[in-house]
C-alpha cells in the first residue's frame, strides 16, 4: 500500500478535511509532504514552504512526547499552530502524531478538519495511531532494487 493510499484510507475513517504525511527526507527541505488527501472544497498545503514544521509550538510538543497530540479547537489550543494553518487554510481541529525512526522522529502524520471545532472520538485517535504505525513499517522496508 502506497503513502498517498494511507493518508486516502485516515481521511475516510476520521472524517477530516485534510490528512497529510511529512517524511524529512530531502536534504535542504523541511519535512516535505509525501502524500494528502483533501476532502472537496479544502486547498492543499502541500506546496506551501511557509509552514515551518520544526520550530512550531505543535512539533515541538509532539517531539518531546512521542504521541498523537490532539486538539479539538485551534482558535485557542496550547501548543499553539502555526496562524497560517488556521488563518490561510481554516484548519480549526487538528491531530498530529510522530513518525519515529531509530529513535528518532523523521515525519510527522496530521489530520485537520475545518471549517469549525471538533472533538475528535477515540475511533479516530486510534485510527491515526494505526497509519503511523504502517508507515513505520513501511519505512523500515528495504527500498526496492532498480
Known amino acids: 500500500m502506497t503513502f498517498q493510499a494511507l493518508m486516502e484510507e485516515l481521511l475516510e475513517r476520521t472524517g477530516a478535511s485534510r490528512t497529510t504525511l511529512r517524511i524529512d527526507d530531502e536534504p535542504g527541505v523541511e519535512f516535505p509532504i509525501k502524500a494528502e488527501a483533501l476532502a472537496s472544497g479544502i486547498d492543499s498545503i502541500a506546496g506551501d514552504p511557509t509552514l515551518r514544521v520544526r520550530v512550531s509550538a505543535t512539533f515541538q510538543w509532539v517531539d518531546r512526547e512521542r504521541r498523537v497530540l490532539v486538539q479539538d479547537d485551534l482558535r485557542d489550543a496550547d501548543p499553539a499552530p502555526a496562524p497560517q494553518l ?36 477515540e475511533d479516530e485517535i486510534s485510527a491515526v495511531e494505526e497509519i503511523v504505525e504502517r508507515v513505520e513499517r513501511a519505512l523500515e522496508e528495504p527500498a526496492p532494487e532498480a
Open 86 to 121: 488556521v488563518e490561510q487554510y481554516g484548519a480549526r481541529a487538528q491531530m498530529l502524531a510522530p513518525v519515529v525512526r531509530g529513535g528518532e522522529v523523521v515525519g510527522l502524520v496530521s489530520v485537520h478538519y475545518a471549517p469549525g471545532p471538533r472533538q475528535w472520538t
